[in-house]
DNA sequence: AGGGTTAGGAACCAATCGGTACAAAACACA
DNA sequence: TGTGTTTTGTACCGATTGGTTCCTAACCCT
């Protein structure tokens, strides 16, 4: 009964997603933007309303993609005991890191950062998605024998952490360095939790 | 011989530090970089050459003052052995997240993540700044008895990226609820080196 | 084939961006 | 009290920012 769009909004939606992680919000401007979505202003305005909105549905779009496939991940007793569920996304992030440098980092971490989120909606789903990495590694650790309640909370919360500065390392350009170093000592915070 | 400046360069330094440090390289605008420093263009222009020079001044500027503060109170034998000038640092970041919610976090970590600065002067700045932080770590750790030059290596990578994690968790407004059981992980690590 | 409806694209918008030019102002020295 | 020198403030600059308008193109349905 009309025109039909000429992109897929999934496709382009994850385009912006990427250039926000690399850029931040800021500095990915309309233009980077409707270039590397490949689509102009016109539908851009259209199909999203502004900058800002797109930015919180990137932020969905990276909780429905990344996070959640770091959750379940997590989840899953196919990868083996919480313990080494826990470590294995971090080898996983060691590998990003060995393969490509890693400069891109973690949407979320460099979201946590960036100004431009801070506040409003925008902080309230970042808060939200630093839960959900929290519990899934709670749970993980939970499901260890031996581990009670509150050291997985305490120990979730260190690895929390550790994940996040490990990121930033990368995203700085120096995980390579010291990614090994990092995950061994995370090693140790499973091993005396568990 | 001439017409004295109004202002003192080392605090006007000093309040663009701190807008830089709050909201990144591109959202701290010139405007409001001006209003801050409580100078206008003309004086601005004259003292400091452009922006991009005032944010690497910046950069310099922190690590004199805060980076130099750190790795100072690492290095003080005063303030006990290694691993308890360790954990003092991180009770005094926690000092700061109880006081003020530490919603500035660290410069240095934010500096890290925000993409204005990746690459050219300001990447190898802060590279240098990174290293300083973790040679503080490793030194300190290396004084106490019994912990080998290896395992005080890899102990300040992993308590080097579990610091940036704890900051941005702050930045985040997360590190309130957060912060003891992260702390409490530094600890073990320290227990398990020495 | 024609009408209804929506997408696409270019022209245009005010506001702001970082940066420059230049004249007035304020001092030190003679 | 000039005079030379530097700072200060303001007017101005082109480029870019995010956003709107509106006309045309392309499709579905009758």
Redesign the pocket.
Known sequence: ???????DPEVALDKAMTLFWDLGY?E??????LSAME?????F???F????SIYLESLDHYNDKVISGTVAFLSDPENGSGAERILGLFGKVAEAIDHDGDRLGCFLCNALVDKAAAGGEAEAKLQAMVHRLENAFFKALLEDTGVSEPTARETARGILSAYFGLRVLGRAGLAKQMADDCIRQVEWLLKKAG
């Open positions: 009964m009309a025109r039909p769009r000429e992109f800021e990915a401007s309309l233009a980077e933007l689509i102009t202003k016109g539908s305005y259209k199909a309303q502004d900058k800002h």
